[in-house]
């Protein structure tokens, strides 16, 4: 049986704004198991990125944890000092932020950002710092290393960005990786060239990832196991090839009738609605008001995850009564 290297529990952060308590993260639960590749997937506002940055402590005010626990390598985040956090961060879990133009400072060149990771976590020479990074460039497909790593952000295309943050992400080796929309914004070319990227780092590292996206085709190509958030809780969770055959959620479906097919001449569907304001969310199931199945049951009591075979888990009253397409 595979080890977990990553368990959250009951993890509620909100951000307390003039207007409300925005509740983004309500109550989300999953592991992720040493060595895969686990997809966090969802609309945008479902949670998915505020649920990246409670793990790894960089929740900015007004927001906060509220409830839950975090266990690293068997070790509780949320009991951590900040300082030893800064250790951990970067060190053992890296992040990727899904736009790579903000994430990176204009004003420094690569070789500064690159650097300061290395010397933040390792103790090596001015030169060994030097050659890691040409290292780490050449590793992500950026050629002429010692010259590029001279360079600042602007002097790279997007898609050559993207890949200096992944070698920024990748500096000290992590063993648990945060991929927020790595490809956002770049063209389909380039898209493919970063997943398959990420792909082999990924095995020849032998790190866990976890792929926050709402691309449900990165999902298939790229993901062992998937989690379904819907507005800051989870919906289902399932092996990646049991979501897209046999998925148990109505909100699941709709968002696998919305992934476009080249073998397939189709009128692509919409999930009707919008994520609701989460302020003041729905009673019961949040997903309810735009759920094409809805009984009175789902408006009243919020459904908990119960598994209902081996590794698949849902939180749905009508499960058992529905018969839901996937994408066969």
């Known amino acids: ?35 895969e590749t686990l997809g966090l997937v969802g609309e945008s506002g479902s949670g998915k990125s505020v649920t990246a940055i409670s793990i790894l402590r960089l929740v900015p005010r007004p927001g906060r944890i509220v409830e839950g626990k975090i266990t690293f390598q068997g070790e509780d985040l949320l009991a951590k000092t900040e300082e ?42 001015k030169e060994d710092v030097r050659e890691k990074i040409a290292e780490l460039l050449q590793m992500v497909g950026i050629p002429e290393p010692y010259v590029r790593m001279r360079e600042y952000p602007h002097q790279f295309s997007g898609g050559m960005k993207q890949r200096v ?21 770049l063209d389909v070319t380039i898209q493919a060239q970063v997943l398959g990227l990420m792909k ?45 055959e046999r998925p148990r959620h109505p909100y699941t479906e709709a968002l ?24 003041s969310p729905p009673s019961g199931c949040r997903f309810h008001p735009r759920c094409p199945y809805a009984k009175e049951t789902c408006k009243e009591k919020m459904p908990e995850l119960e598994e209902i075979e081996p590794g698949h888990l849902v939180a749905c009253y009508e499960w058992r009564n529905l018969s839901l397409n996937g994408v066969g």
Do not use: W
């Open 1 to 35: 049986m595979s080890e977990n290297i990553l368990e959250v529990e009951g993890l509620r952060t909100h951000f307390y704004t003039e207007a409300g308590v925005v509740l983004a993260v309500d109550g989300v639960s999953f592991n992720v198991l040493k060595g």
């Open 84 to 125: 030893e956090m800064r250790d951990i961060r970067g060190g053992k879990i890296a992040i990727i932020f899904q736009d790579p133009i903000s994430s990176l400072n204009p004003v420094y060149t690569v070789e500064s950002q690159l650097g300061d990771v290395i010397n933040t976590h390792q103790r090596l020479s």
């Open 165 to 185: 943050a992944v070698a920024r992400a990748l500096a000290c080796e992590p063993d648990l990786l945060f991929a927020d929309e790595p490809t956002t914004n």
């Open 200 to 244: 082999d780092l990924k095995t020849s590292l032998g790190m866990s990832m976890v792929m926050i996206t709402h691309d449900m085709g990165i999902v298939a190509d790229i993901t062992s196991r998937v989690v379904v958030l819907y507005a800051g809780r989870v919906c289902e969770i399932a092996p990646t090839s049991v979501l897209y």
């Open 256 to 279: 696998l009738a919305a992934v476009p097919r080249i073998d397939q001449r189709k009128k692509l569907a919409i999930i009707p609605g919008n994520i609701p304001n989460l302020i």
